[in-house]
């Protein structure tokens, strides 16, 4: 039985991955995970692909022993993975909450990577794994701090897994997109006030998958970015000293 796997599948950036991908492959059924239930239940009506559906927490430990053993019941052939859960909070790091910077941690950094290495046992030749990064993962962030951070690891871990696999014909890549319009920013941000004042362009969930799912089917890239503006940002990143690209960035959010 051929299956495609989706964390963060019940809203935001996971679900619109759901409803591009989905037509555009063959497979038997999708396993759809994510919190909360009924909202995966409401993706899963909206594609003609038989869905199974796991409401899991996947900062809780345990709910990788529930999707390991349907690994081992199902026994699969899994040939895409696409990891889309995760979570950002803005603010200086003395105002979080140590429970959040270690629940951005658990959930961006953990999981993926337990959601990874739980999969690929069942992965065969010409399967692919899609990771949600950021365009923070190319440079430190302050007041993102704790976030961006869990985005370079993801950038780093994918671009390296999938050096590795490419003997066993798996494509592993990160997508990385600036700021888009989802319900991340609710809980990004905190409710008395705004921490993130600046955003130079907003863009929508569906055009930045798009361009997700392109790359991710031609195979040929471990880094996917949309947009012209944000692809001319990850090069400045990549040649400016980080001091004066984090002087900028607190110079736009009025941080200075």
């Not at 396993?31 to 909202?39: D, F, M, Q």
């Not at 009506?45 to 809780?60: E, G, K, N, S």
Request: proline residues 4%; aromatic residues 10%.
């Amino acid at each position: 039985m051929k299956i495609a796997v989706f964390t963060g599948a019940s809203s935001g950036m996971g679900k619109e991955f759901v409803l591009q991908l989905t037509p555009k492959i063959e497979v038997d059924e999708i396993w759809l995970i994510a919190r909360r239930e009924k909202n995966l239940q409401e993706v899963a009506a909206l594609v003609d692909v038989p869905c199974r559906i796991f409401a899991l927490d996947l900062t809780d430990p345990a709910s990788f022993v529930t999707y390991e053993n349907a690994l081992k019941e199902a026994s699969p052939n899994v040939t895409y993975l696409i990891n889309c859960s995760g979570y950002g909070k803005f603010g200086a790091v003395e105002e979080i909450p140590l429970a959040e910077s270690l629940g951005m941690i658990d959930l961006n950094c953990k999981a993926l990577v337990a959601m990874t290495e739980l999969t690929l046992p069942y992965m065969q030749r010409g399967a692919k794994i899609a990771q949600l990064d950021s365009l923070s993962s190319f440079q430190p962030v302050p007041y993102i701090t704790t976030y961006g951070a869990t985005k370079a690891f993801v950038l780093s871990y994918s671009r390296a897994l999938n050096a590795e696999l490419k003997k066993r014909g798996i494509h592993v890549m990160a997508i990385c997109p600036g700021w888009v319009k989802t319900d991340f920013f609710q809980r990004a941000e905190s409710k008395s006030e705004k921490t993130i004042t600046y955003f130079n362009v907003l863009y929508e969930a569906k055009d930045v998958i798009k361009t997700a799912v392109k790359d991710l089917l031609k195979g040929k890239k471990d880094v996917s970015v949309h947009g012209a503006q944000i692809r001319f940002q990850v090069f400045l990143v990549k040649i400016l000293p980080h001091s004066l690209v984090m002087r900028i960035w607190l110079k736009q959010q009025k941080k200075l």
